[in-house]
């Protein structure tokens, strides 16, 4: 399998933003970051395989940060047994999908 240390920082970077950010800003971006930590539970289930688990359910504003991180990475740990094509592409889509999540929090809440 590639390294997922980027994907890990990445989402614990991103996870302390979100940790970090004043409330106003937190209450606005929340919904995105949900979302995320979302998708990336979404697609560690789908690598790990066996039964459904329920959706990520929203924790609310002040736990975003911790379900990103926890979400990337329960991922990280599933593709340790995936196939290495499989996880070089989920891995490269769940860090620009974080990536981008980072970039839109700094420039998003930096106007606040």
């Given amino acids: 399998?590639?390294?997922p240390t980027p994907l890990l920082f990445a989402a614990d970077r991103l996870a302390d933003r979100f940790?970090?950010?004043?409330?106003?800003?937190?209450?606005?971006?929340?919904?995105?970051g949900l979302s995320l930590a979302r998708r990336l539970a979404r697609r560690e289930?789908?690598?790990?395989?066996g039964p459904a688990r329920?959706?990520?359910?929203?924790?609310?504003?002040f736990a975003v940060?911790?379900?990103?991180a926890l979400a990337a990475h329960d991922l990280a740990e599933a593709?340790?047994?995936a196939d290495r094509e499989e996880a070089e592409a989920v891995l490269a889509r769940a860090l620009a999908e974080v990536e981008d999540a980072y970039r839109l929090a700094?420039?998003?809440s930096a106007r606040m």
Wanted: charged fraction near 30%; glycine fraction near 8%; hydrophobic fraction near 30%.
């Fill in 19 to 32: 940790r970090s950010m004043p409330q106003r800003s937190l209450t606005r971006l929340a919904p995105e």
């Fill in 106 to 108: 700094t420039t998003r």
């Fill in 79 to 81: 593709l340790r047994d």
């Fill in 65 to 68: 940060g911790d379900q990103i």
């Fill in 54 to 61: 329920s959706e990520l359910p929203d924790a609310g504003i």
């Fill in 1 to 3: 399998m590639s390294d």
């Fill in 45 to 49: 289930q789908a690598v790990a395989g």
